[in-house]
T-cell receptor, first 114, second 113 residues
Framework: DADVTQTPRNRITKTGKRIMLECSQT?????MYWYRQDPGLGLQLIYY???????NKGEISDGYSVSRQAQAKFSLSLESAIPNQTALYFC?????????????FGPGTRLTVL | GENVEQHPSTLSVQEGDSAVIKCTYS??????FPWYKQELGKGPQLIID?????GEKKDQRIAVTLNKTAKHFSLHITETQPEDSAVYFC????????????FGTGTRLTIIP
């Protein structure tokens, strides 16, 4: 079973709609991240959370919000989707207690906003 | 904040030849430099990393070198195989306190059989 899961895997929505992307992990990690991937731009950090009560903005947080419902769950919301939010979205986790900074990525959610 | 530049954006090499991908970073406080491999339809996966207290690290056919003075680090893949075809990302970060990673823009590596 996958350690980091994302739902849905694909989503097509219309401009102005509210949409939520969900991420769950069974790795027991305290840290979770949301990234956006666009062709030629690499991975850009949207939001990150180092524990349940900690939420931080990343490089490109405008137009997005997050909720850390539990240590294992971190959801990303687009309150009013717009076409330039069409992208591949990745959730990742890491273990803050480990000397290693390795981040473990989910399989991604492909979002299309029409 | 940190800025990471990665080159080239695409790279094609003959099977069996070597491939080199280069990255530069801007923040002298960065001390952790991982490389991730992303296969088609999957999330990135760590393949090797290096910390600033070493200059080179090897793991079988892959190696990473770091020049802290010049603020650049490179990924070397020798004896390339078709399964090495993927997108590779470098990243830079710090393991003191706020451990975020800043990623490069990626290199699409194609191995030509």
């Amino acid at each position: 079973d996958a350690d980091v899961t994302q739902t849905p895997r694909n989503r097509i929505t219309k401009t102005g709609k509210r949409i939520m992307l969900e991420c769950s992990q069974t790795k027991g990690h305290d840290r979770m991240y949301w990234y956006r991937q666009d062709p030629g731009l690499g991975l850009q950090l949207i939001y990150y959370s180092f524990d349940v009560k900690d939420i931080n903005k990343g490089e490109i947080s405008d137009g997005y919000s997050v909720s850390r419902q539990a240590q294992a769950k971190f959801s990303l919301s687009l309150e009013s989707a717009i076409p330039n939010q069409t992208a591949l979205y990745f959730c990742a986790t890491s273990n803050g207690a480990s000397r290693d900074n390795e981040q473990f990525f989910g399989p991604g959610t492909r979002l299309t906003v029409l | 904040g940190e800025n990471v530049e990665q080159h080239p954006s695409t790279l094609s090499v003959q099977e069996g030849d070597s491939a080199v991908i280069k990255c530069t970073y801007s923040d002298s406080a960065s001390n952790y430099f991982p490389w991730y491999k992303q296969e088609l339809g999957k999330g990135p996966q760590l393949i090797i990393d290096i910390r600033s207290n070493v200059g080179e690290k090897k793991d079988q056919r892959i190696a990473v070198t770091l020049n802290k003075t010049a603020k650049h680090f490179s990924l070397h893949i020798t004896e390339t195989q078709p399964e090495d075809s993927a997108v590779y990302f470098c990243a830079a970060g710090s393991n003191f306190g706020n451990e975020k990673l800043t990623f490069g823009t990626g290199t699409r590596l194609t191995i030509i059989p």
